[in-house]
């Protein structure tokens, strides 16, 4: 699913290719990164999804997920700054909702820093609901995650 304006986005998999173009946008995006052996291990667990979000053959965005059972938990969401406010981590997170859903998924967790009111909202507009506060979950600087859930066919 790609949101309206974004017809030019490609929203696709990942793989070890793309890692440059993941790396540089992660050490743009966070104080405390993904190592690229994190990454490499996420593209080769068979319960992970990861995404691409492509502009032109460009990585712009991506997104890591993992599933259990019948959870799933979003691990990490970033866009290129060149990209940012323009509808792609909205559309790489529907597109992840969906395939969850699709593979029978009940939950999808996860957590974003406190001080990331955006991102709250966004996850918002998807029905993510605030359950819980992981203290100093964060460093650099060091900060409480909020902890978020989405629930189906309750």
Request: charged letters at 25%; proline letters at 4%; hydrophobic letters at 45%.
């Amino acid at each position: 699913m790609v949101g309206e304006g974004l017809t030019d986005i490609v929203i696709g998999g990942l793989e070890t290719g793309d890692l440059p173009a993941v790396l540089e946008i992660e050490l743009a995006s966070f104080t405390t990164p993904w190592s690229e052996t994190s990454f490499f291990n996420e593209l080769k667990n068979p319960r992970a999804i990861s995404r691409a979000a492509r502009k032109d053959g460009r990585v712009a965005g991506y997104i890591f997920a993992s599933r259990i059972l019948d959870e799933g938990h979003i691990l990490d969401l970033a866009v290129h700054p060149d990209f940012r406010r323009q509808g792609i981590a909205s559309a790489l997170v529907a597109h992840v909702i969906e395939h969850l859903r699709e593979e029978g998924i009940r939950f999808i967790f996860l957590e974003v820093r406190e001080s990331n009111v955006p991102a709250i909202k966004m996850y918002g507009k998807f029905g993510f609901e605030e359950i819980g506060i992981r203290k100093n979950y964060y460093v650099s600087p060091d900060e409480d995650a909020v902890v978020m859930v989405l629930k189906f066919g309750e």
